[in-house]
């Protein structure tokens, strides 16, 4: 297993490329079963959820062709087996995105229900009552979902009691193959949906509404092969930013979008650190001055991403006063915070809240990550923390961040990994 060893005390500065994002590679490889011709996907981040996500599809039966940087090609054929077994959803709960193009494409699909999570219960229920109203018959025993649709999958309106990122992307993928219309209500509008969408069109797909609360969708007979470029990941980007800010740093991050970031620099600005845009696609972060304390609350897009709320944290060690996390989207994403309080912050958990106290001085410490988020705040934490942070379980942030320790390193961080 490997470990992070940081040095704490650099400002980091200089430009960063941004990769593409691993949300958004992750549902664009699933919708590569939906045609049997050539897909070709550029600026795939070569991270351990993908590889996963392409050993399933490789698992199945499809053609996968990676030579580790420059474009991905797939070809799903026809001879594909729509199973996804355990061994491989276990790692990785993403892999519930394959069950709506194998139901809508090959009208059975034998998908692994998940394990648990570190972050919350995560159930995928949302997905399978989506399927159902669009008239797959769904069975669960011995831990798998098989879902069926003898005549193919029948256009209809499907209501999310709540907002699901996955699930809208997983039922979006099956109504692009069934028949009729198809109205998806309560949909997730984040930028990872609206790239699905835009390849999905690209495909020969039928969409209207990808980015808003509402989707509809114009079954077609069959899609063809595409050429895609992946978006930015934002949460990257987000915890560059992050890493500028709580460093003191100035940082450019290259290829990002800028829109996507809104809640996090608008919190960013109010916490006294300059965003800039300077270029389409490039952001400059600049710390430097006195940080406020600025409270978030975490919300579906365009609200403040899950993703960076264990990140913010840490910066919100550093700045002045009180600052209440709240987080509303998962019920136990709270991991890092013990951690961060041995690395000396001052961090109380309310139930759905953590009240952070700062300024305080952060002391290195060997610390475990529990899940890939919170294995990035405590890397940040380890930034800024007086001597050396080890933080443990890197396989965690493997998941998730392209080449971090390299990115982090050409910025000025003395960042090593090593052998546990
Ligand atoms: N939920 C249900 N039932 C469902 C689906 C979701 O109750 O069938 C609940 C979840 O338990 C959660 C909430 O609804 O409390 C929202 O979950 P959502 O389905 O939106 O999450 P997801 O699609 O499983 C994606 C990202 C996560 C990100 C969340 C929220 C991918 C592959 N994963 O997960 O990313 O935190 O949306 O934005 O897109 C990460 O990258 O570190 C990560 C965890």
Redesign the pocket.
């Known amino acids: 297993m490997d470990r992070f060893v940081v040095e704490g005390g650099v400002t980091l500065r200089g430009s960063v490329e941004i990769s593409g994002a691993?949300?958004s590679a992750?549902p664009v490889l699933a919708a590569c079963l939906l045609t049997e011709e050539p897909m070709t996907l550029h600026r795939i981040p070569r991270v351990k959820d993908i590889r996963t996500m392409m050993d399933l599809l490789v698992h199945m039966g499809a053609q996968v062709t990676d030579t580790g940087s420059g474009p991905v090609a797939v070809t799903a054929g026809s001879q594909l087996r729509p199973e996804a077994p355990y061994e491989v959803v276990k790692t990785m709960?993403?892999s519930s995105l394959v069950l709506g193009p194998l139901v809508g494409r090959f009208r059975r699909a034998l998908v692994s229900l998940p394990g648990g999570c570190a972050?919350?219960?995560?159930?995928?229920?949302?997905?399978m009552r989506g399927l159902e109203q669009l008239g797959a018959k769904i069975e669960q025993t011995h831990g798998y979902i098989e879902a069926t649709a003898p005549n193919g999958l029948q256009g209809a309106v499907v209501h999310f009691d709540?907002?699901?990122?996955?699930?809208t992307e997983d039922i979006l993928m099956a109504a692009v193959l069934a028949n009729g219309e198809t109205v998806i209500e309560n949909a997730?509008r984040?930028p990872?949906v609206v790239d699905l969408a835009d390849l999905l069109t690209k495909m020969g797909a039928r969409i209207e509404g990808a980015g808003t609360s509402t989707i509809r969708i114009q079954g077609v007979k069959g899609l063809r092969g595409a050429e895609h470029t992946i978006i930015a990941d934002r949460?990257e980007a987000g915890t560059f930013a992050i890493g500028a800010a709580i460093t003191r740093g100035d940082v450019e991050l290259a290829g990002c979008v800028p829109e996507h970031l809104g809640a996090l620099t608008a919190k960013l600005r109010q916490a006294g650190v300059i965003v800039t845009e300077t270029a389409p696609d490039k952001l400059r972060v600049q710390g430097g001055g006195p940080l406020r304390s600025v409270d978030i609350v975490t919300e579906e897009h365009p609200g403040f991403?899950?993703?960076l709320q264990a990140q913010y944290m840490s910066l919100m060690t550093q700045a002045e006063g009180i600052a209440i996390v709240s987080e509303r989207?998962?019920?136990n994403r709270f991991m890092h915070v013990p951690e961060l309080v041995r690395m000396s912050a001052s961090i109380r958990i309310d139930g759905r809240q953590a009240i952070v106290a700062g300024p305080r001085k952060l002391t290195g410490a060997h610390v475990m990550a529990s899940d890939?988020?919170a294995s990035a705040s405590l890397v940040l934490a380890g930034l800024v923390a007086e001597g050396e942070t080890i933080v443990d379980r890197v396989y965690h942030m493997d998941r998730?961040y392209e080449r971090i320790e390299s990115k982090l390193a050409g910025l000025g961080a003395r960042i090593r990994r090593e052998r546990s």
Do not use: C, M, Q, S
């Not at 972050?119 to 997905?127: E, F, N, S, T, V």
């Not at 709540?162 to 699930?167: N, P």
């Open positions: 691993k949300n992750l709960r993403a972050i919350g219960a995560r159930p995928i229920d949302l997905h709540r907002i699901t990122v996955t699930g997730a984040e990872e949460i991403a899950t993703d989207i998962f019920e890939l988020r998730g």
